[in-house]
């Protein structure tokens, strides 16, 4: 059998300090309590990493490629409802692997402008794929709505995503890192986004989309 190759240090640095930033929040972790739990000195890290923004922009850049990825369009064929709510819950399990991001979305881009530009850039594609996808919809006759009304529902959907895991955390901070409260988090998180776009639905995509929803809320749990 083939073995397969130790993960360099950087990679190990970026994985250790996602999980850290995650658990316990970015302004919580320095660059000493890293080192720490690599069990490598602090020179060690700083060969790899100038300081702890250095870190903080190099999961960024994976969490942007992967974002990106995410939010492509089907190729040879317009997106449909399906596919929204495939996107959507593709996109909340993103945010929830680099939910640091969101939760101390604030503190870091007042004092990280790299991470303000770049993420003012993820919430303009956002919006543009939302606007695009309504746009799809309409062309389709299965959305009833103007460009205003586009316009506002493609920039609510993006804000509800963007700040569902901060209010999920106020509802339950205490419960918050539990497999089956992020599992209904995350579900609870798409349909609240793709309830918003409901009343515009019209025609066949009208119906699935209402047979989605009744899929969902019956798997979802009493509580």
């Not at 300090?17 to 069990?39: C, D, H, K, Q, Y």
């Not at 929204?84 to 692997?97: D, S």
């Not at 804000?159 to 539990?178: D, G, H, I, M």
Request: positive net charge.
């Amino acid at each position: 059998m083939q073995h397969k190759a130790p993960r360099r240090t950087r990679e190990r640095i970026l994985e250790l300090s996602l999980r850290l930033f995650n658990e316990f929040g970015e302004p919580n972790i320095t660059t000493t309590v890293i080192a720490e739990e690599m069990n490598i000195s602090p020179g060690n890290l700083y060969y790899h990493f100038r300081n702890k923004d250095d870190i903080v922009n190099s999961i960024f850049a994976q969490f942007e490629a992967e974002i990106n990825k995410k939010l492509a369009f089907p190729h040879g064929r317009k997106a449909n409802i399906q596919d929204i709510w495939t996107y959507l819950h593709l996109t909340f399990e993103l945010v929830w692997r680099y939910r640091f991001f969101y939760r101390d979305l604030n503190d870091l881009l007042s004092r990280n402008r790299k991470l303000e530009l770049n993420f003012k850039q993820i919430l303009s594609h956002k919006i543009k794929v939302a606007n695009e996808l309504c746009n799809g919809l309409r062309a389709d006759g299965e959305f009833e709505g103007s460009d205003m009304d586009i316009d506002a529902l493609s920039t609510n959907m993006v804000v509800v995503a963007t700040y569902w895991l901060s209010y999920e955390y106020v509802r339950n901070p205490r419960k918050y890192t539990e497999l089956q409260t992020m599992s209904e988090s995350l579900a609870r998180g798409c349909y609240q986004v793709i309830s918003l776009i409901s009343p515009y639905l019209r025609g066949e995509t009208k119906q699935v989309f209402e047979k989605l929803s009744q899929d969902y809320l019956r798997k979802m749990s009493p509580a």
